[in-house]
């Protein structure tokens, strides 16, 4: 059998040209059917063996959560912490009771997944602003029935947050154990809501919290047994729901730790043991060494509570609040 060389040099010369270029076409079209072939095969390959040539571990943004509050802060970020973007714009020298948003901080609100804010008067610039309903969690409207009015209150001034009063609705409702307790749920509830897959854990970590909680309301029980009837001062109007919860007896005052107090504000002092023969006081902090000696010569001993305003996301605000109470009863055991 001739080779195909063989038969074309048999050929007319046009006859030969013509069978090459058949061949050609031949080829070029089953070039372009594998070439096509290949395209669709690539074009339905699945989209995680491609993501996973590509190397592609892109991650879902994290839900922004502001809080303006330092326990709803602290209680977010042990919730919830590793899987948010938690910010909470209050300086650290600052009290939030007293501190308002900037414009970009009011603009960062407004397009946040959540906003956590305690409600009862504790942020006043919410009425001049517009934030969405749908993204905010007010965490002690629940109970606001239970919301302390205050009444006959001083404007006075302290700490880089100028003049101001506590007139209105106080709004430490942290202080009690079991109003924060209603506000942790609804923190709760809200960051489930972000994170549906994070759910059971979310609400296992509550339960800690909760139990951390029936500990500090245990302890201010214990105390406030030790304490009996006995009436108390206060030198700032920041433990209402707290006497209240546990049945104390408390005169307020408007004395700040690092101020030195006059002569006049020692005999209005003198005027108000008249009527509240207290011989404790609590302080938010530890007063000056002359205020200390001063409450020392009138037979006042001194308990400092902390209202916990502020702090540091890292630490536990329960803690804390437990710290608050076994100082309290180490002092009555005096």
Same mark, same amino acid.
């Given at each position: 059998m001739l080779s195909i060389s063989h038969r074309l040099m048999s050929l007319s010369f046009k006859k030969r040209i013509a069978m090459l270029e058949c061949r050609k076409v031949y080829t070029n079209w089953k070039f372009l059917v594998l070439s096509t072939i290949l395209f669709i095969a690539a074009g339905c390959e699945p989209a995680g063996e491609e993501q996973a040539k590509t190397g592609d571990d892109s991650e879902q943004p994290r839900p922004?959560?502001?809080?303006?509050? @330092?326990?709803?802060?602290?209680?977010?970020? #042990?919730?919830?912490?590793?899987?948010? +973007?938690? #910010?909470?714009?209050?300086?650290?020298?600052? +009290?939030?009771? @007293?501190?308002?948003? /900037? +414009?970009?901080?009011?603009?960062?609100? #407004?397009?946040? /997944?959540?906003?956590?804010?305690?409600?009862?008067?504790?942020?006043?610039? #919410?009425?001049?602003?517009t934030l969405s309903p749908l993204n905010l969690a007010i965490t002690s409207r629940g109970f606001h029935d239970q919301w302390i009015q205050v009444e006959d209150a001083i404007t006075h001034q302290h700490g880089p947050e100028g003049s101001h009063s506590h007139s209105g609705i106080a709004s430490t409702t942290w202080l009690d154990p079991i109003l924060l307790r209603e506000q942790i749920h609804v923190v709760t509830q809200t960051l489930i809501k972000l994170l549906p897959g994070q759910r059971e854990e979310i609400l296992k970590r509550e339960k800690e919290l909760d139990a951390e909680l029936d500990q500090l309301d245990q302890q201010w029980k214990d105390a406030s047994k030790k304490l009996g009837d006995h009436p108390l001062i206060a030198s700032h109007p920041v433990y209402q729901y707290l006497a209240k919860r546990y049945g104390w007896k408390v005169a307020s005052l408007h004395w700040e730790p690092e101020q030195k107090l006059s002569k006049k504000e020692w005999e209005q002092f003198d005027k108000l043991r008249e009527k509240n023969k207290a011989t404790f006081m609590i302080w938010e902090d530890e007063p000056l060494a002359e205020t200390k000696a001063e409450l020392d010569k009138r037979g006042i001993k001194i308990v400092v509570i902390k209202p916990l305003g502020n702090g540091q996301l890292e630490e536990n605000v329960l803690d804390e609040m437990k710290s608050n109470a076994k100082r309290f009863e180490a002092a009555l055991s005096k």
């Amino acid at each position: 059998m001739l080779s195909i060389s063989h038969r074309l040099m048999s050929l007319s010369f046009k006859k030969r040209i013509a069978m090459l270029e058949c061949r050609k076409v031949y080829t070029n079209w089953k070039f372009l059917v594998l070439s096509t072939i290949l395209f669709i095969a690539a074009g339905c390959e699945p989209a995680g063996e491609e993501q996973a040539k590509t190397g592609d571990d892109s991650e879902q943004p994290r839900p922004v959560v502001i809080a303006v509050n @330092y326990p709803l802060a602290n209680v977010a970020h #042990q919730l919830a912490g590793e899987w948010i +973007d938690l #910010q909470y714009p209050v300086p650290g020298n600052v +009290d939030p009771a @007293y501190w308002s948003p /900037d +414009d970009a901080q009011i603009t960062a609100m #407004q397009q946040a /997944d959540l906003v956590l804010l305690n409600g009862a008067n504790h942020e006043p610039w #919410q009425e001049r602003v517009t934030l969405s309903p749908l993204n905010l969690a007010i965490t002690s409207r629940g109970f606001h029935d239970q919301w302390i009015q205050v009444e006959d209150a001083i404007t006075h001034q302290h700490g880089p947050e100028g003049s101001h009063s506590h007139s209105g609705i106080a709004s430490t409702t942290w202080l009690d154990p079991i109003l924060l307790r209603e506000q942790i749920h609804v923190v709760t509830q809200t960051l489930i809501k972000l994170l549906p897959g994070q759910r059971e854990e979310i609400l296992k970590r509550e339960k800690e919290l909760d139990a951390e909680l029936d500990q500090l309301d245990q302890q201010w029980k214990d105390a406030s047994k030790k304490l009996g009837d006995h009436p108390l001062i206060a030198s700032h109007p920041v433990y209402q729901y707290l006497a209240k919860r546990y049945g104390w007896k408390v005169a307020s005052l408007h004395w700040e730790p690092e101020q030195k107090l006059s002569k006049k504000e020692w005999e209005q002092f003198d005027k108000l043991r008249e009527k509240n023969k207290a011989t404790f006081m609590i302080w938010e902090d530890e007063p000056l060494a002359e205020t200390k000696a001063e409450l020392d010569k009138r037979g006042i001993k001194i308990v400092v509570i902390k209202p916990l305003g502020n702090g540091q996301l890292e630490e536990n605000v329960l803690d804390e609040m437990k710290s608050n109470a076994k100082r309290f009863e180490a002092a009555l055991s005096k």
